[in-house]
């Protein structure tokens, strides 16, 4: 068989160990010929790729980012995309593509597979937001550096008798802050799941310095919102491609809580360190799983699936099931959390 790879949208710890397995078992074990197209569904439109064999997969299985590049761009971005990528998939000879990706990657998926490509994708996200799978690879590693930043916070707010509002990657789901700021202890934990009240959340940080707390460390997701009328805010705006740029909650919670409790307080902005570097162990197997059944699938035809973890296991699941809405933090989730702050 004739297998193209691609890597698309933000990147993600674990994106190469997916190449380097799917390059592994379609090369390796079945005999396959395996492309990779450079920069995301760009290189799919472009007809931009390089032959994959098992020499150019050496020694990235611990790397981060992604061998192949990536970029936002999709389909649905031309008004000739599908026609192009169909076209490019004729002239390849390919008899699948793995697009590895988030949330715009797998409905892009979707769009092409509804339109008889044959499609395996394979979800990733630091944000583990994706419907239908228990984890995605890169949240473990994402969490990790939150947590390890969390702590080394700890040490010089209480220095300085400060708050500090760190801000956590999640756009629209509150996974990373919820487990960073469990792991970390934090003393609050703001997700864009539920927006929050200004005057509980400056009640609860005050709480600690009533009971004689030199500092507080509040965890937010940078999705995170007030409930309409609690404080003024400002919430951004979007980029070129319809993606929201916020304004930076927690510069905005910073100064309204410096202002409502009396303490000095500061914001941190975790950023794309929570993206980079090299991926856990725990990242690295399941991103190895997800390239290895993968191929299977594409063995199987089984098209317009991806790869999902269902408790130990590795299933395929349809597209549309993990693209109609997104695993959003539960209430006892979040109620746990909350016990231990
Ligand atoms: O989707 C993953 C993610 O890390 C989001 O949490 C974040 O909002 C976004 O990517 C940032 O992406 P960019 O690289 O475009 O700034």
Redesign the pocket.
Known sequence: MRIGVLTS??DCPGLNAVIRSVVHRAVADHGDEVIGFNDGWKGLLEADYRALDLDAVGGILARGGTILGSS?VQPAHLVDGVERARGHVEELGLDAVIPIG?EGTLKAARLLSDAGLPIVGVPK???NDIAGTDVTFGFDTAVGVATEALDRLKTTAESHQRVLIVEV???HTGWIALHSGMAAGAHAIVVPERPFDIDELTARVGKRFLAGKKFAIVVVA?GAKPRAGSMDFDIGGK?IYG??RFAGVARQLSTELEHRLGKEARPVILG?VQ?GGTPTAYDRVLATRFGWHAVEAVHRREFGKITALRGTDIRLIPIAEAVESLKTVPRERYAEAETVL
């Open positions: 949208g933000g936002r988030g996200t630091i944000d990657m999640g756009r940078e980029d993606h929201e794309h993206r």
